[in-house]
């Protein structure tokens, strides 16, 4: 595994690598002594004295979640603000990508992947459904 890691490592010398090792991203070597300095997490070693810092793979995907939301809405503002878009469309959006990625972030650190994915797919489902019939000039409950 260490010598996977290295040859990763050698392509991208000045990048902290987050190696993927079951439920974790590690970090080892020199990567893990900054990353724990800079994202305040706990340092230890390998059996052979190798340094090690990990994150949960869980919290890793609801921090990216929540901050892809929070740039969505940080681009829609700089727009915004020059008037380059539509402020009846953008603000609502800008208010649910905020709060959609807070509840996201919270959510997948409580459940289960399985489970997750399964009210993903039931809402693209939905969604799909809704867009198909409504080209037939119907709607679904919950529509106008």
């Known amino acids: 595994m260490l010598?996977?890691?290295?040859?990763?490592?050698?392509q991208h010398p000045q990048s902290i690598l987050f190696y993927r090792v079951g439920d974790f991203y590690e970090?080892?070597?020199?990567?893990?002594?900054?990353?724990a300095r800079i994202l305040d997490i706990t340092l230890t070693s390998r059996g052979d004295g190798v340094p090690l810092a990990g994150v949960p793979v869980k919290?890793?995907?609801g921090t990216s979640a929540f901050m892809v939301g929070i740039t969505a809405v940080a681009s829609s503002s700089v727009y915004y603000s020059k008037g380059k878009i539509d402020p009846t469309i953008v603000v609502p959006a800008m208010i649910g990508i905020y709060l959609g990625s807070q509840f996201g972030s919270r959510l997948t650190r409580r459940l289960h992947a399985e489970r997750l994915t399964l009210i993903f797919v039931l809402i693209l489902a939905y969604l799909s459904l809704s867009l198909y019939v409504k080209a037939f000039g119907y709607t679904l409950p919950g529509q106008q």
């Open 59 to 61: 919290a890793a995907a």
């Open 27 to 35: 970090m080892f070597h020199e990567d893990a002594t900054l990353a």
């Open 3 to 10: 010598k996977h890691w290295r040859d990763i490592k050698a």
